[in-house]
Structure formats: structure tokens, C-alpha cells
């Protein structure tokens, strides 16, 4: 198997009462999808204005990728919160750099 960079990620809206957990080949590509989705009823980052990045982690394999993926969705908010403070204590919305 080809070795890529794929990124699990967190987003949160503005007012960061909602978490969005994905995972993408292009992070830079896909905040600006979700940005440009704000709003979107038909999408729940676009519903919920979550295009404000504040965590990622980095894997070379996709299926390493989608299994964090699928572990942190399992996560109560709490648990997750914890993974964001870890990483960002502040929350800083780490696409504004």
C-alpha cells in the first residue's frame, strides 16, 4: 500500500457548542469545502457552521485513518473536549493561521 498523508480533524462552529470529527487526503482542501458549505442544511458541518479547525492528527495509511476516525465518533463530547485540550488548550481555530 502506497504511503499518503491523511488527517483526522475536529471542527467547530463559531460559537464551538458543535463538533464535527472527519477524515481527509487534503485537510487545507477540505476546510475550505466546509467553510464554503456554511450553512448548508444538507450537510451537518454546512448545517452547523463547523468549518473552524481545532485538532488534526496525521497518518501515512487510510485505513489507520478511518479507524480513529470511527473511534473518536464513538466518543462522548466529553472525551473528545479532553482530546481537543490536550492538543489546544485554548481552541484556537488552527485554519486561521
Not at 2 to 10: A, C, P, Q, R, S
Not at 31 to 38: A, G
Not at 90 to 96: A, H, I, Y
Amino acid at each position: 500500500m502506497w504511503n499518503y498523508n491523511f488527517h483526522v480533524y475536529i471542527t467547530t462552529n463559531p460559537e464551538k457548542t458543535v463538533l464535527y470529527v472527519g477524515v481527509t487526503n487534503d485537510l487545507d482542501r477540505r476546510l475550505f469545502e466546509h467553510h464554503e458549505n456554511k450553512g448548508n442544511p444538507k450537510t451537518f458541518a454546512g448545517k452547523y457552521y463547523c468549518y473552524n479547525l481545532v485538532y488534526y492528527e496525521h497518518f501515512s495509511n487510510i485505513n489507520h485513518a478511518i479507524e480513529r476516525e470511527k473511534e473518536i465518533k464513538k466518543w462522548r463530547r466529553e472525551k473528545k473536549e479532553a482530546l481537543i485540550d490536550s492538543f489546544n488548550p485554548s481552541w484556537k481555530f488552527l485554519n486561521d493561521e
